[in-house]
């Protein structure tokens, strides 16, 4: 089985911390993705990464940045929380950027930022 | 307006009960699918539809390309398809744009 696995699946930070979220896939995938989910919203894309150390942006990049140093490591980075940040993170993983459902999906991180 | 829109927002039901969710879109789609998210977080594509009908069990996804319509119905509900039922379609371009999903709680 496919597992996608994340640090945390509770985070509270303080306004101004750095965060930083894990996220591990073990199925040797080339794409790894964050996601945040809002009630009310879909999923939107923050960023994406096709192979080790290649980022590229989503459609809400701003006020994160990315790691993959490792294949089966991706990380989302929180320079400086703000409360606007909380939010479900979700971290996927897949084979191809053009199918979605082979995108194994992390069970989630909730993050409050107070 | 969203360009994928999910309806109802929010659906209580009856064990046993036949369960439909719609999902409408107003961009052109190369595929459309219909995922469930578990209470726990971790989300699990259940199809992916670019034209007809698909059937998994007691889930059926029907889609209307003319329409920009599909539906995702449940058979005989169990309290333990209670989930978030998100649709999500893949424009022209391959991008990805996602539903805000559907609650759907089902009683015994």
């Known amino acids: 089985d496919v597992k996608v696995t994340q640090s945390s699946r509770y985070l509270v930070k303080r306004t101004g911390e750095k965060v930083f979220l894990e996220c591990v896939q073990d199925m040797d995938h080339e794409n790894m993705f964050w996601y945040r989910q809002d009630p009310g919203l879909g999923l939107r894309l923050i960023y994406f990464?096709?192979?080790?150390?290649?980022?590229e942006k989503g459609d809400i990049p701003e006020g994160y940045s990315v790691s993959r140093e490792k294949k089966e490591r991706f990380s989302l980075i929180l320079e400086s929380a703000s409360t606007n940040q909380t939010s479900m993170y979700l971290c996927a993983s897949s084979s191809s950027v053009l199918v979605l459902h082979e995108q194994y999906f992390g069970p989630g991180t909730r993050l409050t930022v107070t | 307006k969203n360009e994928v829109e999910q309806s109802p927002q929010n659906l209580t039901a009856q064990e046993g009960e036949f369960i439909t969710i719609n999902c409408s879109y107003s961009v052109g789609i190369s595929a459309l699918h219909w995922l469930q998210q578990h209470p726990g977080g971790g989300i699990v594509s259940l199809f992916m539809l670019s034209s007809g009908k698909k059937k998994h069990g007691r889930l059926i996804a029907t889609i209307n390309i003319q329409e920009k319509h599909s539906s995702l119905h449940i058979t005989a509900s169990h309290p333990r398809d209670s989930a978030v039922y998100i649709c999500a379609v893949m424009d022209s371009n391959y991008q990805l744009i996602w539903g805000a999903g559907t609650k759907l709680i089902i009683k015994p």
């Open positions: 990464s096709y192979d080790v150390k290649m980022k």
